[in-house]
């Protein structure tokens, strides 16, 4: 059973709330929900709010995009600070001008709606982090 549905999980992204869950085994955090703990696997977790505030470990520029996207954009990796590394789009940055120095620039999540494509059902909602 999952405690955290990834219905639950987009509809507060949707108001830039970082859901997850806390492990009661070994304390850890996971996010995006899944049905055990990323660190030891545990199924005893409860939901929590993240702070949705963390630091860009890495990225990439896609400048050619899949099929209903529009390139060019920036992935990034970002190292949460409750532990999780959580994948999404960067806000605020020149992409001609991307370069190493995003590395570890500290973000805050908010989110940005996905228009709806060939291999989605509809529109959805993906991290967007905002470089502070
Ligand atoms: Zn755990």
Redesign the pocket.
Known sequence: MYKLTHKQYYEALKKNKLLGLK??????Y?TPPKLC??????T??EIAELSGRGEIKTYTVVRVAPEGLNAPYIVVLVELEEGPWLMGNVDNVNIDEACMELIAKKVTVAHKTVTGMNYTAGEGVTPLFIIE
């Open positions: 492990c009661f085994t070994c304390g850890g996971t703990c990323d660190n030891c696997g545990s005893e977790l």
